[in-house]
């Protein structure tokens, strides 16, 4: 597998607050007004990027603003791109679909740290009790065992889900509610995140071949 050259990048002058990549603004269609291209360019630096270590072994995914600031560090380099671009004050750029560390992370083999963001990731932004899929802002935190019987805010014990069935639960379980957990609520492993890299990687086959488990 070839190696290509890490992309650098020099911002003479004026910068922006988000570190000197912006949108390029003639991605913008014809005829839009300027807020649906603002909206659209910053869907864009949202978008999921496959992240490999040196070894091209996948280890995590960001954004691609995340994956510019590593790339323009000289810290990463682009294995795989879009056809889109964003640009500087002086250059384009394209938008990376894979990029590879330089050097080797070491990845310990334990869970990620517990937060609301890892809990919406591993549970997918899908409410555990109806299964609907919503935006991270419409959905919030269940304790299953609550917290006033001795819940603890743990993996096991935390999951995804939206207003209206956390108000229906309330302060009782899943069965004195009438509801049912989806899966049984587990730690945020590496082969959790693993397994969120292929589902993921089904919308963009450029990942393909580096998902290789």
Same mark, same amino acid.
């Given at each position: 597998?070839?190696?290509?050259?890490?992309?650098?990048?020099?911002?003479?002058?004026?910068? $922006?607050?988000?570190g000197?990549?912006v949108?390029?603004?003639?991605?913008?269609?014809?005829?839009?007004?300027?807020? $649906?291209g603002?909206?659209?360019? !910053? $869907?864009?630096?949202?978008?999921?990027v496959?992240?490999?270590?040196?070894?091209?072994?996948?280890?995590?995914?960001?954004?691609?603003?995340?994956?510019?600031?590593?790339?323009?560090k000289g810290?990463a380099? !682009?294995?795989?791109?879009h056809?889109s671009?964003?640009h500087? $004050?002086v250059?384009?750029?394209r938008?990376?679909?894979?990029?590879?560390?330089?050097?080797?992370?070491?990845?310990?083999?334990q869970?990620?740290?517990?937060?609301?963001?890892?809990?919406?990731?591993?549970?997918?932004?899908?409410?555990?009790?109806c299964g !609907?899929?919503?935006?991270?802002?419409?959905?919030?935190?269940d304790?299953?065992?609550?917290?006033?019987?001795?819940?603890?805010?743990?993996?096991?014990?935390?999951?995804?889900?939206?207003?209206r069935?956390?108000?229906?639960?309330?302060?009782?379980?899943?069965?004195?509610?009438?509801?049912?957990?989806?899966?049984r609520?587990?730690?945020?492993?590496?082969?959790?995140s693993?397994?969120?890299?292929?589902?993921i990687?089904?919308?963009?086959?450029?990942?393909?071949?580096?998902?290789?488990?």
């Amino acid at each position: 597998m070839s190696v290509k050259r890490p992309i650098r990048a020099e911002f003479p002058g004026r910068k $922006s607050p988000a570190g000197a990549v912006v949108p390029a603004a003639g991605g913008a269609e014809a005829g839009k007004s300027p807020k $649906s291209g603002g909206l659209r360019r !910053a $869907s864009l630096m949202q978008e999921p990027v496959l992240v490999l270590n040196a070894t091209f072994e996948p280890i995590n995914v960001t954004a691609v603003r995340r994956a510019l600031v590593l790339l323009l560090k000289g810290v990463a380099q !682009a294995e795989e791109l879009h056809a889109s671009e964003v640009h500087s $004050s002086v250059r384009n750029h394209r938008v990376p679909s894979v990029i590879r560390l330089l050097a080797y992370r070491h990845i310990p083999q334990q869970s990620r740290a517990l937060s609301r963001k890892n809990i919406l990731l591993r549970d997918r932004n899908t409410c555990q009790f109806c299964g !609907a899929i919503f935006p991270s802002s419409e959905l919030t935190l269940d304790h299953v065992m609550p917290r006033s019987r001795g819940g603890r805010s743990s993996w096991e014990n935390l999951v995804a889900c939206c207003y209206r069935c956390n108000n229906r639960k309330g302060d009782r379980t899943p069965e004195e509610a009438g509801l049912k957990l989806a899966r049984r609520p587990r730690p945020f492993t590496l082969h959790t995140s693993r397994q969120l890299m292929s589902l993921i990687g089904h919308r963009d086959e450029r990942w393909l071949k580096y998902l290789f488990y």
